[in-house]
Nanobody, 124 residues
């Protein structure tokens, strides 16, 4: 059973940057796509960004395009989410997720495993 552990969340001001990390352990061999989702208080969990197993394909929610960048380092079993020009409405718990296979997933149902989340608070 894979374990995903997110880190890097915190309290920042609007316009600041943060980089989230997600470290995976306990994987079996294979190819895995990774994604980031977020859930604000009282709202549904929503897609933020995804990356294919080799990093060759990325997908972003329209609301974060041009500001967020997803990347991965397979040697370290880690995926990152660089978040720039953060907005107060992006205050949420950010979750890392993993899916088997070579395709990129943008739906919650595409993913097989989830981390516990890391909280990001953006003050105005």
């Amino acid at each position: 059973q894979v374990q995903l552990v997110e880190s890097g969340g915190g309290l920042v001001q609007a316009g600041d940057s943060l980089r989230l990390s997600c470290a995976a352990s306990g994987r079996t061999s294979g190819t895995y796509g990774m994604g980031w989702f977020r859930q604000a208080p009282g709202k549904e969990r929503e897609f933020v960004a995804a990356i294919s197993w080799n990093g060759g394909i990325t997908r972003y929610a329209d609301s974060v395009k041009g500001r967020f960048t997803i990347s991965r380092d397979n040697a370290k079993n880690t995926v990152y989410l660089q978040m720039n020009r953060l907005k107060p409405e992006e205050t949420a718990v950010y979750y890392c997720a993993e899916k088997r296979g070579i395709r990129v997933g943008v739906l919650r149902a595409d993913y097989d495993s989830w981390g516990q989340g890391t909280r990001v608070t953006v003050s105005s």
